[in-house]
């Protein structure tokens, strides 16, 4: 039962574009959610949060969308750089934070010069 | 502090043997993770220390896995009587609040 799933296995867009990763979700329990990045042989990088409160948290080219009702959220990057040609994972956890993340099985984000 | 470390950073071991893995936790961060990742999957979550206190295992970690963190500062991971399907990579990760950094895993390879 994949509680957190990310439907898109590759994403291609051109550098200087926008890149949108999306996310979907099932377990209402979930309460704070977080983007990865992860290169070839090395564990996964904190991008950026948000906490179910919020709809929208913004760090300078990410930008993340929450839709609780939808049960979905969304990673914005713009413009897109060829640096940002990863795995970009999805996770979830719910427990006030103290829980352990669930994972989505990854989006492999292709920017293309 | 850089971050977090893993040792070693890949093992390859026979079918049958024990293996045990090292994570150093970003040093002011009080709980620690373990998670595993395999081809094509996202980390999965294995087990939580609050200092050094276990306080969740999931279901996947079996009976031949156990991990320590004796005094609230290094863990470790041992797995025992190793099978192919242990085959992975392990990753660790720590955290003082609500986000977790990993580090750069340990590539586990059973033979």
């Known amino acids: 039962d994949q509680q957190v799933k990310q439907n898109s296995p590759s994403l291609s867009v051109q550098e200087g574009r926008i890149s949108i990763l999306n996310c979907d979700y099932t377990?209402?329990?979930?309460?704070?959610f977080l983007w990865y990045k992860k290169y070839p042989a090395e564990g996964p990088t904190f991008l950026i949060s948000?906490?179910?409160?919020?709809d929208k948290n913004e760090d300078g080219r990410f930008t993340v969308f929450l839709n609780k009702s939808a049960k979905h959220l969304s990673l914005h990057i713009v413009p897109s750089q060829p640096g940002d040609s990863a795995v970009y994972f999805c996770?979830?956890?719910?427990?006030?934070?103290?829980?352990?993340?669930?994972f989505g099985k990854g989006t492999h984000l292709i920017i293309q010069p | 502090d850089t971050g977090v470390s893993q040792n070693p950073r890949h093992k390859i071991t026979k079918r049958g043997q024990n293996v045990t893995f090292r994570c150093d936790p970003i040093?002011?961060?009080?709980?620690l993770y373990w998670y595993r990742q395999t081809l094509g999957q996202g980390p999965e979550f294995l087990t939580y220390?609050?200092?050094?206190?276990?306080?969740?295992k999931s279901r996947l970690l079996s009976d031949r896995f156990s991990a320590e963190r004796p005094k609230g500062s290094f863990s470790t991971l041992e797995i025992q009587r190793t099978e192919q399907g242990d085959s992975a990579m392990y990753l660790c990760?720590?955290?003082?609040?609500?986000?977790?950094?990993f580090g750069q895993g340990t590539r586990l390879t059973v033979v």
């Open positions: 220390f609050q200092n050094e206190a276990q306080l969740e």
């Open positions: 990760a720590s955290s003082l609040g609500t986000s977790a950094f």
């Open positions: 948000i906490s179910s409160i919020k």
């Open positions: 040093s002011e961060h009080n709980r």
């Open positions: 996770a979830a956890r719910s427990g006030g934070g103290a829980d352990g993340l669930t």
């Open positions: 377990n209402s329990m979930f309460d704070y």
